[in-house]
C-alpha cells in the first residue's frame, strides 16, 4: 500500500534539544495526524491538522499542515526523557468514501540521553 | 475519553491453531480496525470495517479473516496461524465518513506463534 515518507528514520539527542521531524507525500492530503508510540503501547494521537497552513500546538509539541498539503513537520521544543519512543505521522487523501483509511509513515524513532 | 480494549496483552499459540483477537470499543465510533505492526514496517492495514457485517481489505489481508457482528466488536482471525503471523496486532476505530476524526488504537496484542 502507499506509504508515507517519514524523516529522520531515528533520532538520538541531548536532553534539552529541539527536535524536527517531518513526512511528505506524492498525493494532497486533507488531514494530517500526528502520533507517539511508548514501547509496548498503541499509538497515541498527538496533535490533528485539518487546514493547509494550520499550525497546532500541544504542550512542547508543535505541528504544521503545509501549504502544498502534500507535508507536515512536527517539532518537540526542550525534550526530556519521556519523550523517548515511535513517531508516526499518518494522512487522509480527499477521496470520496476514503475518508475512513489513513495513511502511515514508517515512524521516526527518538532517544533523548538525560 | 475513547477507549479502545484488546482482550488479551500477550498470546501464544501454536501453527495450525485458529487464533481469534477481539477489540472492543465504547464510543460508538462506525469504523473499526485491524493493524498489524513489525519493525521496520510500521502499521500494516489487514482489514477494516465501516458498518456492522461490512468488511474491506486492507493492504495485507491473506491469512486472516475478520467478523463485525455488533458495531461496537471487531474480531481479527487467523485461520490457521503461521510463524509468518507473529506480530504486534493493533486494533483502532474512528468515526464515520464524513467526519475527518483521528482514529484511536488499543494497547495491542503482541501474538507469537510457535
Known amino acids: 500500500g502507499q506509504q508515507l515518507n517519514q524523516s529522520p528514520q531515528s533520532m538520538f539527542i541531548q536532553e534539552g534539544e529541539d527536535v524536527s521531524m517531518n513526512c511528505t507525500s506524492s498525493?494532497?492530503?486533507?488531514?494530517w495526524l500526528w502520533y507517539k508510540q511508548d514501547p509496548g503501547e498503541g499509538p497515541v494521537l498527538l496533535i490533528a491538522l485539518y487546514k493547509a497552513g494550520e499550525l497546532t500546538s500541544n504542550g512542547r509539541l508543535t505541528a504544521q499542515f503545509g501549504i502544498t498539503r502534500k507535508d507536515s513537520f512536527l517539532n518537540i521544543s526542550a525534550s526530556i526523557p519521556s519523550d523517548v519512543g515511535i513517531y508516526f505521522c499518518?494522512?487522509?487523501?480527499?477521496?470520496?468514501?476514503?475518508?475512513?483509511?489513513?495513511?502511515w509513515g514508517l515512524g521516526t524513532s527518538l532517544a533523548v540521553n538525560p | 475519553d475513547v477507549k479502545v480494549t484488546q482482550s488479551s496483552r500477550y498470546l501464544v499459540k501454536r501453527t495450525g491453531e485458529k487464533v481469534f483477537l477481539e477489540c472492543v470499543q465504547d464510543?460508538?465510533?462506525?469504523?473499526m480496525f485491524w493493524y498489524r505492526q513489525d519493525p521496520g514496517l510500521g502499521l500494516r492495514l489487514i482489514y477494516f470495517?465501516?458498518?456492522?457485517?461490512?468488511?474491506e481489505k486492507g493492504d495485507i489481508p491473506e491469512g486472516y479473516s475478520v467478523s463485525r457482528e455488533k458495531k461496537e466488536r471487531f474480531s481479527l482471525i487467523l485461520e490457521s496461524a503461521s510463524t509468518n503471523q507473529t506480530s504486534m496486532y493493533l486494533c483502532?476505530?474512528?468515526?464515520?465518513?464524513?467526519?475527518?476524526?483521528?482514529?484511536?488504537f488499543g494497547d495491542g496484542t503482541r501474538l507469537s506463534i510457535l
Open positions: 470495517s465501516y458498518d456492522v457485517k461490512m468488511k
Open positions: 499518518a494522512g487522509a487523501t480527499p477521496v470520496a468514501g476514503n475518508n475512513r483509511k489513513l495513511i
Open positions: 464510543m460508538d465510533h462506525e469504523n
Open positions: 498525493s494532497i492530503f486533507n488531514t
Open positions: 483502532a476505530s474512528s468515526h464515520g465518513q464524513g467526519r475527518r476524526q483521528p482514529q484511536h
